[in-house]
Each structure stands twice: as C-alpha cells, then as structure tokens.
C-alpha cells in the first residue's frame, strides 16, 4: 500500500482511505480493460497508471488490447476523425474491414471480465460477446470529442453503444440521446509517474544535450501532441511565426508515434516544410520515453494546445501540473482544465493564440500567476484518486438497482 499513501501528501488521507473501502467492496470482480494500443496517446497513458494501482488496492484489473491491421488502423482513424466532426466518408468497403477485424477479435480474445471495460470505438464491436457472457456488464469509455460527431460515423457505431449498460465520457458537451446511462468522467494524470514527477538538474541536462536544445538563448514555446492534424501543430508554427516578429523565442514541437495512427509521417512531413530553415524551430519525433517529456514541459516557457478538437488533452494537465502558463483552444475538455485568465489562457483561432503566446512571454509574473493556479487545479479536480475513485464507484453503481446493491 506504499505506492498509495503516497498520494496523501496531495489529496489527504482520508481520501486514500475512501479509495480502500470502495477497492474493498469490489472483491471477487474482475475488471478487464480493453482498448486499442499499449504505448502512444493520453488512453495508453492513462491505463498504465490506472490499472496497476488498483491492483495495488486490491481490485482485480487487467488491460488487454485488440489486434488491428494497417487498413483498420486507417479506417478506425477515418472514424476517429468523423467523430471530432470532421467530415468523412466511411465507405461500404471501409466499414467491412472494420467488421472483419472485429470479427476476428470477437472470435479469438480472452474475455472474462465481471466487468468489461471498452476504450473508444476500435474494439467496440466486442459487445457482441455480451449475450454469452451472461453476468458481466459492458461500459463504453469514449475519449474523444463527439460534441458534433459526423451523423454517418455516430449512426455506425449507435447500434454497439446502444448495448452497452453504461457509457462514459470526458465533458458534459458531449451528451447524446443514448440507451445506456450516461456518466460523465474526467481523465487524470499521475503526480508520481515519469512523466510528472520532479527531475533532476542531471535528467535535464541529458535531455536537453541529446536533441540540442538551450533554454538560456531563447524563452521556448512548446507544444507536445502526436503529429495529427487535429492537434493542429502547422497552426503552432503559425502563431509562433507572428510571435516572433515582436519576442524572439524559440519553439519546440513534440510527438510520438503511437500504434493505432496512421497519420504521423505525413502530419510530420508537413510540420517539417512549415518549419522550414528556421533555426529556431525544434520539431521533433520522439521514442515513448515519459520522462523526456517531463523536462521538455520543465524547461518551456509558455506550453501550447492548439488542438482544433480534443477529447481532454492531458497534456494540458501535465503542463499545469508543472506550474506552467498554457495557452490553449477553447475546444472538448480544455475549458474544464483552464479558467481563462485565472489558470491559464484559452484561445478561439491562431491570431488568438499568437496574442496570448506573446502576452505571457511580455508578462513573466502574470505567467506565472497563471501556472500557479493552474497547478492548485489540477491538484484539486484531475489527479488520479479522484479518477480511481469515479471508477470505482461507477463499477458500484452496475449493480445497483432502485438504490439497492446487488453485489
Ligand atoms: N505524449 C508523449 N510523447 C509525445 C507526445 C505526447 O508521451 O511525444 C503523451 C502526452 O504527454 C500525454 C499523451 O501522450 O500524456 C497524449 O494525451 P492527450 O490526451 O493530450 O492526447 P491524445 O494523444 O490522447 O489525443
């Protein structure tokens, strides 16, 4: 129980005890979690930590994730897309690859959770194992951003979600009329993983050597996402470029790969001719290494979210976990991490964000005002405990009828 207590430095202990009577009364339940990758992106990042600490409390959780192929990679990125709102044509052809892969996972995973715990919409065609599994109860988590979901993506996939006993989602803006009950759910991040715990001055100076970069001859400008068009890094490079002509600064542009996007290469490709000769741009594509990212954060002066859509960000949370003034869009779970000008600033376009950029870099005190009470927030609202705790009592609620627990 070593790891747990340790979170009552920051959220006190009376909530770690809560956390072990709600893991005491899910005794005897297995929860297995299923989605589409092991390494990239915030639904990998937030199962990592998820799972091993309520094992560490006793609950029986475990992570399984589906197989996929390139061409369902590309379609489920397609439908991926379509749910942010973008417009897109989910073709006969496409959607047979989706049911063939699903087919195949249907057929061939180890399913044996009490409860099933099913990540966004690659592996949800599972729920066709509900019939045959006769007690278990199926949640769908969904992270993305379907606020205005393209009609034919949403219409594909309502008959899956319609089975389902609950479905989770990131902001109450993205509500639908739905059969399951609805819960709302904020992600989190863990103050004591690699990627948000305190570094050393030597774990910085590693990492700045390695990919060259000197925080002393410029402020840096940083945003740190997966090279996808939605997170929309050319629109950095373009705030940046109307920064620059009145503070000089250097911007610094992050991102993996992760297993299920297809689309790195070619986001990549077009950051790279955005950038073009300037000297000042680091855009880099990174190996999955979390305390990289960490310093990356430590050592920026102002963190940028320009996301066009986003389903959280946790980004934002580990920038102002840090204490870091962010700037970022007013779009899907954002407005929930940041009150514009008291924890941080939201933007509406690249103008916007290339006003606030500047504002914060002319104005290192009130940057720093904004950091700090951007940080208090996050202590308060988007730390794993108060995570692991509406997990907890979701699971509860499953097996609960007209107030009464059937557990
Ligand atoms: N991330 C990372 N390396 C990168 C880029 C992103 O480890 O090069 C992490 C980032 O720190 C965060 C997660 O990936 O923990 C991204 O989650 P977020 O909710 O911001 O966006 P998503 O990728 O899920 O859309």
């Known amino acids: 129980m070593e790891k747990l207590n340790r979170y009552g430095q920051f959220v006190g202990k009376r909530t770690i005890e809560e956390l072990r009577m709600l893991a005491g ?84 995973m180890n399913l044996y959770g009490d409860i099933m715990f099913i990540h966004d919409p690659q592996p949800i065609a599972l729920i066709k194992r509900k019939s045959g599994m006769k007690k278990s109860k ?36 993205f509500a639908h009329q739905m059969k399951p009950r609805q819960v709302l759910i904020s992600p989190s991040i863990d103050p004591f993983s690699d990627k948000n715990r305190e570094v050393t001055r030597e774990e910085i100076d590693t990492v700045l050597n390695k990919y060259n970069i000197d925080p002393r001859q410029k402020p840096i400008v940083c945003q740190i996402s997966r090279y996808d068009a939605l997170k929309d890094p050319v629109g950095v490079i373009k705030a940046y470029k109307m920064v620059k002509k009145y503070v000089d600064c250097q911007l610094l542009l992050v991102g993996n790969r992760a297993a299920d996007d297809p689309e790195t290469d070619k986001i990549y490709k077009e950051v790279l001719e955005a950038a073009g000769k300037d000297p000042d741009i680091h855009a880099l594509l ?31 949370s580990e920038a102002l976990w840090k204490a870091k003034p962010v700037v970022a869009s007013a779009v899907g779970g954002i407005p929930l991490q940041i009150k514009h000008k008291y924890g941080g600033l939201l933007c509406h ?59």
């Open 138 to 173: 199926w949640i769908w988590r969904c992270h993305v951003d379907v606020s205005g979901p393209d009609k034919n993506a949403w219409g594909f996939l309502e008959p899956f979600i319609n089975k389902y006993d609950a479905a989770v989602f990131s902001s109450p803006h």
């Open 349 to 407: 376009s690249i103008e916007g964000a290339a006003f606030a950029i500047k504002q914060l870099l002319n104005a290192p005190e009130y940057a720093k005002k904004l950091g700090e009470n951007g940080r208090e927030h996050i202590r308060q609202n988007f730390l794993l405990t108060r995570h692991l705790r509406e997990y907890m009592l979701l699971f509860l609620s499953l097996y609960t009828e007209d107030g009464i627990v059937t557990l």
């Open 286 to 316: 990174v190996e999955d290494i979390p305390y990289e990212i960490n310093v990356f954060q430590r050592v920026s002066d102002v963190i940028v979210q320009k996301s066009l859509r986003e389903g959280f960000a946790l980004t934002v």
């Open 25 to 108: 009364y899910l005794q005897g339940k297995v929860i297995q979690h299923i989605n589409s990758t092991a390494v990239g992106g915030g639904v990998a990042e937030i199962l990592s930590k998820i799972v091993p600490l309520l094992q560490e409390l006793g609950v029986n959780c475990q992570w399984d994730v589906i197989k996929g192929s390139p061409e369902f990679f590309d379609v489920t990125k397609a439908i991926h897309n379509a749910l942010h709102g973008k417009e897109a044509e989910l073709t006969d052809k496409m959607l047979e690859v989706f049911n063939e892969i699903s087919r195949m996972n249907i057929r061939e």
